[in-house]
């Protein structure tokens, strides 16, 4: 299972980390982003970055969103989200809130997208069972 991971760099790198603490799981074949984008998305060096992480989506079958309390107004995110669901990369959508009153992302509502009710591996691994069943 390759899954391709958007969450708000500034906020939330802590859970991406737990994350990555879990990929020793057999269960799991994360792909992590290993350029954080440091830089807005309509700056000169963005393209790079863009292209870089859409050859990486092209390589996941899956992209989960990790919702922290910013990240319905991530530029970034919002991106990602809409580059997964393009028609060539067409990623299946999972989701885990950090907190429940954090506010979903625009591009995830209406999109099919499987939600983990909390942050624990098993609930997101069925949030990704999930997605695939969705797709």
Known sequence: MKVFISYDHSEDRHYKELLRAWDAN????FEFDVRSPNVA???????????????????ADYL????????????WMRWEIE???QADIKLKLAAVKIENSY????????????FARSFKEQEILNALWDANNNY
Not at 41 to 59: C, G, H
Not at 64 to 75: A, D, F, Y
């Open 41 to 59: 998305i309509n700056s000169t060096d963005a393209s790079v970055i863009k292209s870089t992480l859409t050859r990486m989506m092209k390589q």
């Open 83 to 85: 580059t997964a669901k």
């Open 26 to 29: 057999s269960d799991f074949e």
């Open 103 to 114: 506010n979903t992302p625009e591009g995830l509502l209406g999109a099919g997208a499987s």
């Open 64 to 75: 989960l969103v990790i919702i922290g309390e910013k990240s319905h107004e991530s530029k």
